[in-house]
């Protein structure tokens, strides 16, 4: 892909190497794991740390509130978060409101729940654990809303039954009756809804789960306003190891730790290069 | 394992397009361009389904209703298909100045809080709020960072003499943000790619093709 | 005619912005009643101009046929239009519309896997233009060398398990230089928006008075 | 009170603004002289690559971003830049006789304005009948089915000079490397920081952050948006007042949080 020119010196040419050999490095390391997975260690990060600890200090029978807004596109970032944490939170006898902030979100969430975490595995009932509230389009306004009237927001769960008829949430109708607020975003800035919505105005114990490249606007409110945090796949799989349920990450990582060796290499490559040409003349 | 035809299908219907998509990387060629296709008529299609479910739920139910000044938004939007007619073109004006007018209130009511205020409050408490020592001096560090980003982005002198320098130390601030931001999407972007192979290698290949998932 | 076609816009827009602006900075409940009207508007506005879209592609989608008539471009003319129909046609003819398990099998065989093949391939447009700039080529690029590489090797789980120091380190540079420089720009980028802004509220912003 | 509590210090800096734009925009169209401008290079790069466009045959791309037509958001102002752009380079190319292919944004209802505007480059320069309304491409909806079809237009029909300027998000990665990768000349930015890295890396001339606001003043050639970067300056230095004040009140133990919340 490179254009053709004069003969170039071996300095030129490490900084010109066409970049398909980069693409196809990197995918055949990224594939090794996956056919072969090493089971590379982790290391537990301080937020995975504070944002287990957010779930499991909680008594039995607190009611958590999934505030669940994932694309199907960003579900590889994700999944490990999702699973590994929803199974957290039945194992420990928590109660579960979920509701669907974005179109897939009700899509994702049918899917996981039914197919791979499966409360019933864990003795709990819908209706009397867990309930599922449909998809709308809260926004931060919504947010507001639902912290104080969540019958204003969803007047009935996915299936079309009035909250009123929900056992679980009979004496549940705003911020009063949640212990803890999960808040699950992909865009970056929506952090803020939490603090605003939830965290100042009621003193909400709160954690958030979001995309890798969100760690970074999560990070200033940890650990005085959110509990804990995880963004990307990686630290899905810091509380896949931490709250002993393996799950999609562990592959995950793997195939980070050696896919990110092609690129190293290719950087180092291109120094030299850049080296060589200033200090070394012709190669 | 019970084997679902349908799933089946949206394997090799999924890996199709994965591969689709991944081939643009090596060359043009007619499998990509074939799938560039498809997609622009499913988007449009989801789209134009979705914003209909929007207009009947929101503008022409409510009207059945009585709600009539609903009417109002539906014309004017309505009203940008006469972009279409070249001799009432004109009339798209209308809808494009009642969206850029509400669209410019909401955005100087959010940034002139979100975005200078509440940040420059953020840079002192920086420094004034800092318990520690490493805080305090971590405050400094964005303080300075902050104040001379800006004057990278003087425009009305030359950036020579002061004004260069901090334009300059500004510069390097901007450009370890830049490369963090870079670190945050590549991770991602890795992430994003490794699922799409565990898609093709545990779903396509193990499941659909070979029958041992 | 010129009223019509230049000062009536004009004036809707300004009254849309101050109204909006009114709802902000006074306590009054007709003003933000006023606002929640004219935004769920916006909603309605966008919707109903969808189709547009649509226009505009088939008649990019024919004269490009047009210009090349050939078998290839006649099955890149069609492509588009079949799976428009047969998203329409699956999203309007079941039970449950959009939320059909039909509808929802197209979209997580062919949306889904589009959407997240496309965000797949940016590590490598990335990771491309990294071998390019990311060069110990002056103090800038260092910075943007450095920033770059520590943050990478921070998330991949391996290398903070050899190198503990890449932790600290690595949110170091997220939370003091990286704040830093960001809120510089978010404060300069804010600046420039609310000038613009305030121009077109002005009636003098020429990209919407001569459009 | 006629105003909201909590919104004391938005309308003051709103109102330094205002005064600052009715004072310069009234001394441009008195035809006085406005402060000098630094030299932005990516201004000059553009028409450099309209003329490499035309050397090499290959015609000049200009895109506002996959979710680049916001006219009722909080990136509006982007919108408007972009706009501007657009008519410049449609301007340019009608000028120097290249052919211009604009991939539009999803957003449907700003068709309208970014069809006229690229039409009235053309009319303006005396050659309307350079105007092909089938390279006013659009894509659906979201970034995925964007990038795919800037890069088959690339790919399909050659890239001269790829001027992507406007509102971005996961869009610009793509379709900036493409564009290198195919031979392009890539110039361009956005006012989203946390995606102005990808313009930084991969733009052969790039406009940073800010950047596009100035330059789509300059581009314009207009006094009274030439006079928009004038106010700017104003609102950084009310900015740097604000910055000391806060200083200076924490240093002597006042409550800082409290003070900026009215």
Redesign the interface.
Same mark, same amino acid.
């Given at each position: 892909m490179q254009g053709k020119g004069p003969p170039r010196s071996l300095w030129e040419r490490l900084g010109e190497i066409d970049y398909r050999w980069l693409y196809a490095l990197s995918l055949v390391l990224m594939v090794i794991p996956i056919l072969r997975p090493f089971g590379l260690p982790t290391v537990v990060s301080e937020p995975t740390k504070g944002y287990y600890k957010a779930i499991v200090d909680l008594p039995p029978g607190s009611v958590v509130a999934v505030s669940f807004g994932s694309s199907l596109a960003l579900l590889d970032e994700q999944e490990a978060q999702f699973i590994a944490t929803w199974k957290v939170y039945f194992q420990h006898d928590l109660k579960v409101i979920f509701y669907c902030t974005y179109a897939d979100s009700m899509i994702i969430l049918n899917e996981e729940l039914d197919k791979i975490v499966k409360p019933e595995s864990y003795g709990k009932a819908y209706g009397v654990d867990y309930v599922r509230l449909p998809y709308a389009p809260l926004g931060e306004s919504g947010e507001a809303a639902f912290a104080t009237n969540i019958r204003g927001v969803y007047p009935t769960d996915i299936y079309g039954t009035p909250l009123d008829e929900i056992p679980m949430m009979k004496d549940i109708n705003d911020h009063r009756g949640i212990d803890l607020i999960h808040f699950q975003y992909t865009s970056c800035t929506d952090v803020e809804f939490v603090i605003r919505q939830w965290v100042v105005p009621y003193g909400k114990k709160a954690i958030i789960t979001t995309l890798g490249c969100c760690g970074p606007m999560a990070a200033p409110y940890y650990p005085t306003q959110i509990k804990g945090f995880l963004s990307g796949s990686g630290m899905g799989t810091e509380l896949e190891v931490l709250s002993g349920n393996p799950g999609p990450g562990a592959v995950m990582s793997d195939a980070k730790n050696l896919g990110i060796l092609g690129l190293l290499l290719f950087l180092l490559l291109g120094n030299i290069s850049y080296i060589g040409k200033k200090f070394g003349g012709k190669g | 394992m019970k084997v679902n035809f349908?799933e089946i @299908?949206?394997a090799w219907?999924? /890996?199709f397009?994965?591969i689709s #998509?991944?081939t $643009?990387?090596?060359?043009?060629n007619?499998y990509?361009?074939?799938?560039?296709?498809? +997609?622009?008529? /499913? %988007?449009?299609?989801?789209?134009?389904?979705?914003?209909?479910?929007?207009?009947i739920n929101?503008?022409l139910i409510p009207i059945s209703k009585g709600q009539l000044?609903?009417i109002?938004? !539906?014309i @004017?939007? @309505?009203m940008?298909?006469?972009?279409?007619l070249k001799d009432y073109?004109?009339i798209?004006?209308?809808?494009?100045?009642?969206?850029? &007018?509400?669209?410019? &209130?909401? $955005? +100087? /009511?959010? *940034?002139?809080?979100g975005?200078? +205020?509440?940040? #420059?409050?953020? *840079?002192?408490?920086?420094?004034?709020?800092a318990t520690t020592a490493t805080d305090t001096i971590?405050g400094v560090?964005?303080? #300075?960072? %902050?104040? *001379?980003?800006?004057t !990278?982005?003087?425009? *009305?002198?030359?950036?020579t003499g002061a004004l260069g320098m901090s334009a300059k130390i500004?510069?390097? !601030?901007?450009?370890?943000? @830049?490369?963090?931001?870079?670190?945050?999407?590549?991770?991602?972007?890795?992430?994003?790619?490794?699922?799409?192979? +565990? !898609?093709l290698?545990?779903v396509f290949i193990k499941g659909a093709l070979l029958g041992i998932a | 005619m010129s009223f019509a076609r230049r000062e009536l816009p004009t004036i809707i827009l300004t009254a849309c912005g101050v109204l909006m602006l009114l709802a902000f900075f006074t306590p009054f409940e007709a003003f933000t009643t006023i606002k929640g009207t004219l935004t769920s508007w916006t909603i309605v506005v966008a919707a109903t101009s969808t189709w547009l879209g649509f226009a505009y592609m088939s008649y990019a989608q024919y004269r490009m046929y047009q210009r090349n008539p050939t078998r290839i471009q006649l099955i890149y003319f069609i492509t588009p239009f079949a799976f428009f129909s047969l998203f329409l046609i699956v999203g309007i003819s079941f039970p449950g519309n959009v939320s059909s398990p039909q509808y929802l099998w197209l979209l997580s065989s062919i949306y889904q896997q589009v959407g997240a093949t496309i965000y797949a391939v940016m590590f490598f447009t990335l990771a491309s233009s990294a071998y390019r700039t990311f060069t110990v080529a002056s103090i800038e690029s260092i910075a943007l060398l450095l920033g770059g590489v520590i943050y990478t090797l921070r998330q991949i789980p391996l290398f903070p398990v050899f190198a503990p120091w890449l932790v600290p380190v690595g949110e170091w540079i997220l939370l003091v230089p990286n704040v830093g420089g960001g809120r510089g720009a978010v404060i300069c980028a804010a600046m420039a928006a609310l000038v613009v802004g305030i121009r077109t509220l002005w009636g003098k912003e020429m990209t919407m008075v001569e459009a | 009170m006629i105003i909201r509590t909590g919104t004391y210090f938005d309308l003051l800096f709103l109102i330094v603004l205002v005064i600052a734009s009715w004072y310069y925009m009234n001394k441009a169209l008195r035809g006085e002289k406005l402060p000098s401008l630094r030299k932005i290079p990516a201004i000059d790069a553009i028409s450099e690559g309209v003329g490499r466009s035309i050397e090499t045959k290959r015609p000049v791309h200009y895109a506002m971003g996959a979710s680049g037509g916001q006219l009722y958001s909080t990136l509006v102002s982007m919108t408007l830049t972009s706009i501007a752009f657009l008519k410049y380079i449609s301007k340019l190319c009608a000028r120097l006789g290249s052919r211009l292919i604009v991939h539009m944004p999803y957003q449907a209802e700003s068709i309208p304005l970014i069809e006229t505007t690229a039409r009235e480059g053309y009319l303006e320069e005396g050659k309307p009948e350079m105007f092909r309304l089938e390279d006013m491409r659009y894509y659906g909806q979201g970034s995925l089915t964007w990038s795919q079809g800037i890069t088959s237009s690339f790919a399909q029909e050659g890239v001269g000079l790829n001027l992507e300027i406007g509102i971005f998000y996961s869009d610009c990665p793509i379709s900036l490397e493409m564009a290198k990768i195919m031979g392009g000349m890539n110039v361009g930015g956005t006012g989203r920081w946390i995606m102005v890295y990808a313009f930084a890396m991969m733009c052969d001339y790039v406009f940073l952050g800010e950047e596009i606001y100035a330059a789509g003043a300059v581009v314009s050639e207009n006094p009274l948006m030439l006079s928009g970067i004038v106010i700017e300056e104003v609102g950084k230095i009310f900015v740097f007042l604000l910055l000391a004040i806060g200083f200076i009140l924490a240093a002597i133990g006042m409550d800082v949080g409290a003070f900026f919340a009215h």
């Open positions: - | 349908w @299908l949206g219907v999924g /890996a397009f994965v #998509v991944m $643009m990387l090596w060359k043009d007619p990509f361009r074939f799938g560039q296709q498809a +997609i622009i008529g /499913a %988007t449009i299609a989801h789209m134009v389904l979705f914003n209909m479910k929007n207009v929101m503008a000044l609903l109002i938004p !539906f @004017l939007g @309505l940008t298909y006469t972009r279409l073109a004109w798209a004006k209308y809808p494009t100045s009642v969206l850029v &007018g509400v669209g410019v &209130g909401v $955005m +100087i /009511a959010g *940034t002139l809080r975005q200078i +205020i509440d940040q #420059v409050k953020a *840079t002192v408490m920086d420094v004034f709020a971590n560090i964005i303080a #300075v960072g %902050t104040v *001379t980003a800006i !990278f982005w003087i425009f *009305t002198r030359e950036h500004g510069r390097v !601030f901007l450009m370890i943000s @830049l490369g963090a931001n870079w670190a945050g999407e590549e991770v991602w972007y890795l992430t994003q790619m490794i699922g799409r192979l +565990i !898609f290698i545990e | - | -």
